[in-house]
């Protein structure tokens, strides 16, 4: 089969990354005490299975009736193995959105499953294609902030989707803490709607490994059946636990990465670039007579790592990070050298 292919993480940290959109702030500093008293804990004992202190703590969060609607995993990427592992089978099918995150299709060809794309309209909502049902559809992924648009599809419109499917819909809200609205409360009415998360972008904590499942109690007991015993470990559940109850240090990130990712956009589109608006934490952008490869290069050589993507049907682009104001600043810098000098 072949491989998926994670974005660049070069050594030695000469690079600024505004590749991964991977937060550039450190975590809040509640997460980094949590994680010192955890290590003086009890390391030799296996930790408790199901994460149940994060689990409480995050139904707490998220206004939900009790931990048993909270799945924890090893990354939210642990979470989708899960799901594509209990939903579809050996020559089943999975669908996904294009373009998108191409994660899904690696889960789908470890299952022995076929996956199917349906491409966006070009104003980046979905065809009917999408929404429609199929004899060997188990399951269908929407992320929501999508990558790499950062466009979103509305809640009304989500539910609209799992009521017309025959199977589970999973809204993958890697991004939404960046977003205007998430789905969350479309899981407590409908059981076929499933929310993914994951700790990477908006809390800072990509090194942690940690994500989780929003789903109807009886969903969540039968996908835990299929999980690693121990799949997440005392130090990363401690760590979560302390993020999601940092409610007012998470308020602050995204007001003043949104406020970034405003300017960025807006001086990009100055620059000439069509600019997506986006609801995440990067901006899709895309030149109309811009060597995208070229200009990538450009931001390497200078000491910047943006994402240069090209998507069959769309063409290429590049994928910007959020950075801090003083990152995002010099790479805008590098970005308007290239131009100029054209
Ligand atoms: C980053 C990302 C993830 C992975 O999250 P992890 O918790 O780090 O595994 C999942 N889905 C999307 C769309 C992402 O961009």
């Given at each position: 089969m072949q491989a998926y292919t994670p974005g660049e993480q070069p050594r030695g940290g000469e690079l600024i990354k505004l590749n991964t959109n991977e937060n550039p702030f450190p975590p809040p500093p509640a997460v980094v005490k949590a994680i010192c008293d955890a290590a003086s804990g009890p390391l030799n004992r296996y930790p408790n299975p199901m994460a149940q202190s994060f689990r409480v703590a995050a139904a707490e969060a998220l206004g939900l009736p009790g931990p048993e609607w909270i799945l924890a995993g090893n990354g939210s990427d642990e979470i989708l193995t899960i799901l594509v592992r209990g939903f579809v089978g050996e020559g089943e099918c999975l669908r996904l959105p294009h373009p998108s995150y191409i994660l899904y299709r690696t889960l789908a060809d470890i299952q022995g499953a076929k996956w199917e794309q349906v491409s966006f309209e070009t104003d980046w909502s979905l065809p009917a294609a999408f929404s429609q049902s199929d004899e060997?559809?188990?399951?269908?992924?929407?992320?929501?902030?999508?990558?790499?648009?950062?466009?979103?599809?509305?809640?009304?419109?989500?539910?609209?989707?799992?009521?017309?499917?025959?199977?589970?819909?999973?809204?993958?809200?890697?991004?939404?803490?960046?977003?205007?609205?998430?789905?969350?409360?479309?899981?407590?009415?409908?059981?076929?709607?499933?929310?993914?998360?994951?700790?990477?972008?908006?809390?800072?904590?990509?090194?942690?490994?940690?994500?989780?499942?929003?789903?109807?109690?009886?969903?969540?007991?039968?996908?835990?059946?299929?999980?690693?015993?121990?799949?997440?470990?005392?130090?990363?559940?401690?760590?979560?636990?302390?993020?999601?109850?940092?409610?007012?240090?998470?308020?602050?990130?995204?007001?003043?990465?949104?406020?970034?990712?405003?300017?960025?956009?807006?001086?990009?589109?100055?620059?000439?670039?069509?600019?997506?608006?986006?609801?995440?934490?990067?901006?899709?952008?895309?030149?109309?007579?811009?060597?995208?490869?070229?200009?990538?290069?450009?931001?390497?050589?200078?000491?910047?790592?943006?994402r240069y993507m090209t998507y069959h049907g769309y063409g290429d682009g590049l994928r910007i990070s959020v950075g801090t104001d003083d990152q995002v600043d010099a790479c805008l810098q590098l970005i308007q050298q290239w131009l100029q000098a054209q």
């Open positions: 060997k559809l188990r399951l269908v992924l929407l992320p929501n902030p999508n990558s790499p648009s950062g466009t979103t599809i509305a809640p009304s419109e989500v539910e609209r989707i799992a009521n017309s499917l025959d199977c589970p819909l999973v809204v993958d809200e890697a991004y939404v803490d960046f977003a205007n609205d998430n789905c969350v409360d479309l899981v407590k009415r409908n059981e076929r709607v499933l929310v993914t998360r994951t700790l990477s972008k908006s809390y800072a904590l990509a090194g942690i490994r940690f994500g989780y499942l929003v789903a109807q109690p009886h969903v969540i007991a039968e996908l835990a059946k299929i999980k690693d015993s121990y799949n997440c470990d005392m130090i990363s559940i401690a760590a979560a636990t302390a993020a999601v109850q940092s409610k007012d240090w998470l308020a602050g990130i995204r007001t003043t990465m949104n406020a970034t990712r405003e300017r960025m956009s807006l001086r990009l589109s100055q620059l000439g670039f069509h600019v997506t608006p986006s609801q995440a934490n990067f901006v899709w952008c895309q030149h109309p007579d811009g060597n995208h490869q070229a200009i990538y290069e450009h931001c390497k050589a200078g000491g910047y790592l943006i």
